[in-house]
């Protein structure tokens, strides 16, 4: 699948590197076709590392997709260059007035502050609330997982004893749900938070449905009745990412939760394998064909959650 992307975008290089098909602005242009139109509003510190992420797992259908990256209006990202966000992001303010296919919240490292006390909740609560008149459907990762499920549906997030950090498997318990077609009885997902919400709580909501648990009954992926995906952990990350964190919090004299089921033997001398991405495109992929294709209208102005 062609991704619309902006041109000089750094993404693009890496991506090209993998043979993944990217489609410059310019020539995208050129084709008399209407794209799907998929806003990523980054919360991420590491903005370039989620951008190729994402923008791989976006890329296993025949659909074109339009990419507008987002930041919010209201902060200001501190480990990105404001010429990097000039360049290639959009804030908030100013696709407001647009509507999109498909919307993807990121996570961020959040999960240890109450929503309120998080300096631009405000909008993104106005985001969220937004979404539902503007954009067909919206996918959640990690905090903004816990943080839509918080604020749509008063899910309140609870609290880990200690970083849930590592590979995991949760149990697919949904097969006919589309977003889970052709996933195995048990999938393997990143996680890397402080907090998480309780199953229960959620599967006494009619309008929520789990369809991945963990072992330990940690709901791993959750979706609504009006096209909201939740995943609460981290299907985008790259073989290194938990390893990058590891190194990174050991640098600065923490003592972080070593990651469960990642390195082989527990030896951080052997690189981690990467043991999700089937799992991850196929996710995405089904998110891009049975949630946003076959769902959004041809006129992007009626773009809304059903």
């Known amino acids: 699948?062609?991704?619309?992307?902006?041109?000089?975008?750094?993404?693009?290089?890496?991506?090209?590197?993998?043979?993944?098909?990217?489609?410059?602005?310019?020539?995208?242009?050129?084709?008399?076709?209407?794209?799907?139109?998929?806003?990523?509003?980054?919360?991420?510190?590491?903005?370039?590392?989620?951008?190729?992420?994402?923008?791989?797992?976006?890329?296993?259908?025949?659909?074109?997709?339009?990419?507008?990256?987002?930041?919010?209006?209201?902060?200001?990202?501190?480990?990105?260059?404001?010429?990097?966000?000039?360049?290639?992001y959009k804030r908030f303010s100013e696709i407001e007035d647009s509507n999109f296919d498909g919307l993807i919240i990121t996570g961020a490292p959040l999960e240890d502050r109450d929503y309120e006390e998080v300096d631009y909740w405000d909008e993104i609560s106005h985001i969220m609330d937004w979404s539902v008149n503007h954009v067909t459907t919206t996918m959640y990762i990690c905090w903004a997982a816990l943080a839509g499920l918080y604020h749509h549906y008063g899910i309140e997030k609870q609290d880990l004893p200690s970083k849930k950090n590592g590979i995991f498997e949760y149990r697919n318990v949904s097969e006919g749900e589309p977003l889970m077609r052709g996933i195995d009885q048990v999938l393997r997902i990143p996680q890397s938070r402080y907090a998480t919400v309780n199953t229960e709580e959620i599967q006494r909501n009619p309008r929520l449905h789990v369809v991945a648990v963990g072992l330990d009954n940690d709901p791993g992926i959750v979706v609504s009745d009006r096209g909201e995906v939740f995943i609460t952990?981290?299907?985008?990350?790259?073989?290194?990412?938990?390893a990058n964190e590891f190194d990174r919090d050991l640098g600065k004299g923490l003592s972080p939760v070593f990651p469960e089921n990642y390195y082989p033997r527990n030896d951080t001398r052997f690189d981690?394998?990467?043991t999700w991405r089937s799992y991850a495109?196929?996710?995405?992929?089904?998110?891009?064909?049975?949630?946003?294709?076959?769902?959004?209208?041809?006129?992007?102005?009626?773009a809304r959650m059903n």
């Not at 952990?233 to 938990?242: K, Q, S």
């Not at 196929?282 to 209208?297: E, G």
């Open 1 to 88: 699948m062609p991704i619309k992307v902006p041109d000089n975008l750094p993404a693009i290089s890496a991506l090209e590197a993998e043979n993944i098909f990217l489609m410059k602005e310019t020539r995208a242009l050129s084709q008399d076709i209407r794209p799907l139109r998929i806003a990523i509003l980054n919360l991420m510190p590491t903005k370039v590392d989620t951008e190729i992420q994402l923008m791989r797992l976006l890329s296993n259908t025949p659909l074109q997709i339009d990419i507008t990256l987002v930041i919010p209006a209201t902060h200001e990202p501190k480990n990105t260059s404001a010429d990097y966000l000039r360049k290639f």
């Open 233 to 242: 952990g981290h299907l985008e990350y790259d073989a290194n990412t938990l």
């Open 281 to 302: 495109t196929l996710i995405f992929t089904n998110w891009l064909n049975y949630y946003v294709y076959q769902l959004t209208p041809y006129d992007i102005k009626c």
């Open 272 to 274: 981690p394998p990467l």
